[in-house]
Nanobody, 115 residues
C-alpha cells in the first residue's frame, strides 16, 4: 500500500521558516520523483516543488529563491525547507508521486503564516 505522511507544519510569523517532511512507504522510493503541492482555503491545489530520483529540483515561481526541496533516499523521505514565509504561503502542504498510473497523495500538513 502506497502511503505518504507529511509533518512539520505549524504556525509561523511572516519572515519565518519551516521544514516539512514527507515519508513514503509502499514504493521503491529511489525510483520516483516526489512532488510538493499546496492547497489554500477556497483555492485550487497548486504545484510548489518537485525532486527527481537523482535529486534534481524544480520549483514554482512562487517558491523560487525561498524554498528548497531535498531528499534522503536512505530514509524514504523528502523535505521542503521554506524560508521568508509570507501570509500567502498559508495552505495545506501535500506530497505526491505518480505511481502505477495514478497520483498518490498524503493527508497533508497545515502551514499557517500569521503575526
Amino acid at each position: 500500500q502506497v502511503q505518504f505522511v507529511e509533518s512539520g507544519g505549524g504556525l509561523v510569523q511572516p519572515g519565518g521558516s519551516l521544514r516539512l517532511s514527507c515519508v513514503a512507504s509502499g514504493i521503491d522510493f529511489n525510483l520516483y520523483a516526489i512532488d510538493w503541492y499546496r492547497q489554500a482555503a477556497e483555492k485550487s491545489r497548486e504545484f510548489v516543488a518537485s525532486i527527481t530520483p537523482g535529486g534534481v529540483p524544480t520549483y514554482a515561481d512562487s517558491a523560487k529563491g525561498r524554498f528548497i526541496v531535498s531528499r534522503d533516499n536512505a530514509k524514504d523521505t523528502v523535505y521542503l525547507e521554506m524560508n521568508s514565509l509570507k501570509p500567502e504561503d498559508t495552505a495545506i502542504y501535500l506530497c505526491s508521486a505518480f505511481v502505477s498510473g495514478a497520483f498518490r497523495w498524503g493527508q497533508g500538513t497545515q502551514v499557517t503564516v500569521s503575526s
